[in-house]
């Protein structure tokens, strides 16, 4: 989150990480965020954004606010195209319950050197606008995934079989503008099996509060 940033996504973040536990209903956590954010704005923290929904920051203030909230809540969000470096610190990575990388350059996120994923403590997982191209079945290792966010991401044909089903906890699933490549079989057969996620899938997901799709027709 960093520049022309929506309100909304500190309302989603703050669903699957507790924050403002005091309030009991989405409208008053509403009204709280929006007079953060106007507070923030009248102590020039934060900037106007393009609409009345969104916010901007200076770039120092943004550069300081992600290195705080990743030394005191293990939260990672990266402006940099370019994220292998960040992704390959598995040490850095397994102590973080927030990882954001919207529009950056992410082909690959994990494989088989990451055989150690299922320690890390994930929680939310943004990958918006980013280029990747294949939701490997590591990434259903991440136990404690609450948020998983794939919206605009054009490159992505394949999210492996079994993936989806296995986040036992996610709460929230974003996948509009991108995936659209649903395999109609249920379980596919020995000689055929399945190459790419299952609608079915979903049904398994009883946590699941909020769900945005792209048209689902079969290609």
């Known amino acids: 989150m960093g520049h022309n940033a929506a309100t909304e996504d500190l309302l989603k973040y703050r669903r699957c990480l507790g924050l403002f536990r005091g ?3 989405i409208e008053k956590v509403r009204r709280r965020v929006l007079t953060l954010v106007s507070e923030l704005k009248d102590s020039s923290l934060l900037l106007s954004g393009s609409c009345p929904e969104r916010f ?3 770039d120092v203030v943004c550069e300081v606010a992600i290195a705080i909230t990743f030394r005191d809540r293990g939260w990672l969000a ?3 195209e370019d994220v292998s470096e960040v992704w390959s610190d598995k040490d850095r990575m397994r102590t973080c319950s927030l990882v954001s990388l919207q529009n950056t350059k ?3 996120l994990l494989d088989e050197r990451y055989s150690d994923v299922r320690r890390v403590n994930l929680e939310i997982l943004d990958l918006r606008k980013s280029t990747i191209r ?3 079945k590591e990434i259903g290792q991440l136990r404690r995934l609450k948020l998983l966010d794939l919206s605009g991401c054009f490159n992505l044909k394949v999210i492996s079989p079994n993936v989806l089903s296995s986040l036992s906890r996610l709460e929230e699933l974003y996948l509009y503008g991108c995936f659209n490549r649903w395999d109609w079989e249920v379980e596919g057969s020995e000689n055929n099996p399945r190459s790419n996620a299952s609608l079915v ?3 398994n997901l009883s946590r699941l509060t909020t769900l945005e799709l792209s048209n689902c027709h079969k290609l």
């Open 78 to 80: 990266s402006g940099k």
């Open 23 to 25: 309030l009991d209903t």
């Open 106 to 108: 992410v082909s690959e």
């Open 201 to 203: 899938e979903l049904k």
């Open 56 to 58: 901007d920051m200076h």
């Open 134 to 136: 294949v939701l490997p």
